[in-house]
């Protein structure tokens, strides 16, 4: 199963994570969605998994996948049928 780290926005379309999290429900992708804090000083487990601060951040079994565009090429190239 995938994990996807996202901002606190509330709402999934005002936000690259949200286009992310979108994407992933549309391909049907099994996930578990946490939400980080704000301060990207506080991301301490979004740095250890990726190296960097930034959401949206997938974490698919060893493989941590970092920005929106990256992640929905990925999710595309997984097909409709696949599950993470």
Do not use: F
Not at 20 to 47: I, Y
């Amino acid at each position: 199963m995938a994990t996807l780290y996202r901002c606190r926005t509330p709402t999934n379309w005002l936000c690259p994570c949200g286009r992310v999290e979108r994407e992933l429900r549309r391909a049907g992708l099994e996930h578990e969605t946490v939400r980080v804090a704000w301060r990207k000083a506080d991301r301490e487990e979004v740095e250890e998994l990726s190296g960097q601060r930034h959401v949206p951040l997938l974490v698919v079994g060893d493989e941590a996948i970092c920005d929106s565009k990256r992640i929905v090429e990925y999710v595309s190239s997984r097909g409709t049928s696949a599950s993470a």
